[in-house]
């Protein structure tokens, strides 16, 4: 079996910090977002081989976290280098198959934050020989509206699939995270040449199940759609506990840090409150109250108040309230 990791996306509702940095390369903590899904498949002794696909744009960046972390990981990169070029999620992965060759496919989005039992997951693919998907049973059922929908029967085979129903009836969704038999490019080839959308994975599996049976396996704990700022901080909080800081963080002794927080490599905080909030490294806190957000590197923040918002890397922030707010990079704001 082979593990494929998709991070070929522009993830334009995260822009403008997504214009600079893929995705899946955003901080979570000590870890990257990425980090965390491959310590997951690592520990998988079913997996021959995890490949990552990304586009030309962030070749760059994939390769440099390559060497920095040491990833044993194979890079495909596709061609895109603007939103307008990229070839869409469903055949992205079709040609990654064609390059890979016929196997077995554990696939996961580059972005995707669970609690997914990976193991468990693939036994009762294992149990089934047909294609599984993991789903998540939300809370509020007018979210389900943004994914894809699912309905399943007492064997967990699905019956009903809708990516973005307009009126769901289901708290089921699918998340991004597909294992797939043998033979499984034969269906993507045949769902491409129909010129069928290329953009979601679900309108693959929409129509995929109506040809063989597809599975779901449902999980609990917790799932985060990293596509919204509010997601991507909902899920620094849910996966940290306590306070990290790294050794060569600089705490004043009137600041206050309420947990989860992560105070990074060469940060300098001073007379401020930080709460339930990621301060990058080499980034700089004075006299300011910083809450559920995430502050990436070498940024200058003084006399603020920043809540529920995501600050881009060597921005400098003064003298203002911020509130659900993303900031670019480079960003210089004035009160």
Same mark, same amino acid.
């Given at each position: ?5 998709? *991070? ?10 997504? @214009? ?26 079913? !997996?021959? /081989? ?17 060497? #920095? ?6 890079? @495909?990169? #596709?061609? /895109?280098?603007?939103? $307008? $070029? ?39 693919? *294992? ?5 599984? !998907? ?6 509020? %059922? ?30 089921? %969704? ?41 599975? /779901? ?93 995501? %600050? ?14 993303? %900031? ?8």
């Amino acid at each position: 079996m082979i593990g494929v990791i998709m *991070a070929g996306g522009f993830a334009k509702r995260l822009w403008p910090i997504t @214009l600079s940095v893929a995705k899946p390369l955003l901080p979570l903590g000590k870890y990257r977002i990425i980090d965390l899904i491959l310590r997951d498949l690592r520990d998988l002794k079913s !997996l021959d /081989a995890i490949y990552v696909t990304t586009n030309a744009f962030y070749k760059d960046q994939f390769e440099n976290w390559i060497d #920095e972390t040491g990833a044993d990981v194979i890079l @495909l990169i #596709e061609e /895109a280098r603007k939103e $307008e $070029e990229k070839l869409g999620t469903i055949r992205a992965m079709y040609e990654a198959f064609k390059k890979i060759g016929d196997n077995e496919f554990l696939v996961i989005g580059g972005d995707n934050v669970m609690s997914l039992d990976f193991k468990t997951f693939l036994k009762f693919y *294992a149990e089934k020989l047909s294609p599984v !998907l993991a789903v998540y049973e939300v809370e509020r %059922i007018e979210d389900v509206s943004r994914f894809g929908e699912v309905t399943v029967d007492n064997d967990y085979k699905i019956v009903f699939f809708r990516e973005k129903p307009k009126e769901p009836k289901s708290r089921l %969704i699918s998340t991004a995270c597909y294992v797939f038999p043998r033979g499984i490019i034969n269906h993507l080839e045949e769902y491409v040449k129909s010129g069928g959308k290329l953009d979601s994975p679900g309108h693959f599996i929409e129509w995929l199940y109506r040809r063989t049976n597809v599975y /779901a396996f449902p999980f609990r704990g917790y799932w985060f759609d990293i596509g919204t700022p509010k997601g991507y901080i909902e899920a620094f909080n849910t996966i940290n506990r306590g306070i990290i800081r790294e050794e060569t963080a600089n705490i004043s002794k009137d600041t206050v840090v309420r947990e989860p927080s992560y105070l990074g490599k060469d940060t300098e905080i001073s007379s401020s409150e930080v709460s339930s909030s990621l301060i990058w490294h080499g980034s700089v806190v004075r006299k300011s109250y910083v809450a559920n957000s995430i502050i990436l590197s070498d940024v200058i923040v003084e006399n603020a108040n920043i809540e529920w918002s995501i %600050i881009g890397n060597k921005s400098k922030i003064y003298d203002v309230k911020l509130r659900s707010s993303i %900031i670019g990079d480079f960003s210089s704001i004035h009160g």
